[in-house]
Every structure is written in structure tokens, then in C-alpha cells.
């Protein structure tokens, strides 16, 4: 079995910050993209941030220079760095791997349980 525990998540006055982090655990054999996605009330999900295994990373462009995604490979854990925050960037925001899994022989993608990030004052 294979979980993704997202924490971080809460509410902040616009302008401050927050740090999301997401660790997968069980039985894994490998991790390709890691990422951050995000969905507001009546929107679709979108994504927000994504780092591959090699270290190369993919903003929004709503989040660019702001939003920094990082990875420690050790700890099959990704990270979220978000500065400035707007009342725009309120949503749950969930994390997603391209995972394959100890004894499978095709990788899948996971999808943690969502945290909710709040931006108001």
C-alpha cells in the first residue's frame, strides 16, 4: 500500500506564507513527478507546481515568483513554499506522484488527501 500525508495547510492574512509538505510512504520502488495541485470552490483542478526526479521544476504561471516546489529524494517527501499569498490562492490544495509501487510493473499516480489553504483577513 502506498500514502501520500499532505500537511501545512491553514489560514493566513494576504501576504503571508505558508509551507505545504507531502510525504509518501509504503511500499515504494520508485518516485518520478512529484507536484501540487489546487482546486477552489466551483473550479476544476489545476495545477499548481511540479518537480521531477532530476531536479527540474513547473509553475503556473498565477504562482510563478512566489510558489517554490522542492523535493528531498530521501524522504520520498515534496515540498511547498508559498509567499505573498492572495485570497486567490484559497483552495484545497492536494499532492500527486508518479509512483511505481513494490511489485507492480506499471507506474500509476497517487493523490494525497487534500489540505485546505485559506487566504482572508
Known amino acids: 500500500q502506498v500514502q501520500l500525508v499532505e500537511s501545512g495547510g491553514g489560514l493566513v492574512q494576504p501576504g503571508g506564507s505558508l509551507r505545504l509538505s507531502c510525504a509518501a510512504s509504503?511500499?515504494?520502488?520508485?518516485?518520478?513527478?512529484m507536484g501540487w495541485y489546487r482546486q477552489a470552490p466551483g473550479k476544476q483542478r489545476e495545477l499548481v507546481a511540479a518537480?521531477?526526479?532530476?531536479?527540474?521544476?513547473n509553475y503556473a504561471d498565477s504562482v510563478k515568483g512566489r510558489f517554490t516546489i522542492s523535493r528531498d529524494n530521501a524522504k520520498n517527501t515534496v515540498y511547498l513554499q508559498m509567499n505573498s499569498l492572495e485570497p486567490e490562492d484559497t483552495a484545497v490544495y492536494y499532492c500527486?506522484?508518479?509512483?511505481?509501487?513494490?511489485?507492480?510493473?506499471?507506474?500509476?499516480?497517487?493523490w494525497g488527501q487534500g489540505t485546505q489553504v485559506t487566504v482572508s483577513s
Open positions: 518537480v521531477t526526479s532530476g531536479g527540474s521544476t
Open positions: 500527486n506522484t508518479d509512483l511505481l509501487a513494490v511489485g507492480s510493473t506499471y507506474w500509476r499516480y497517487y
Open positions: 509504503g511500499s515504494i520502488r520508485s518516485i518520478n513527478a
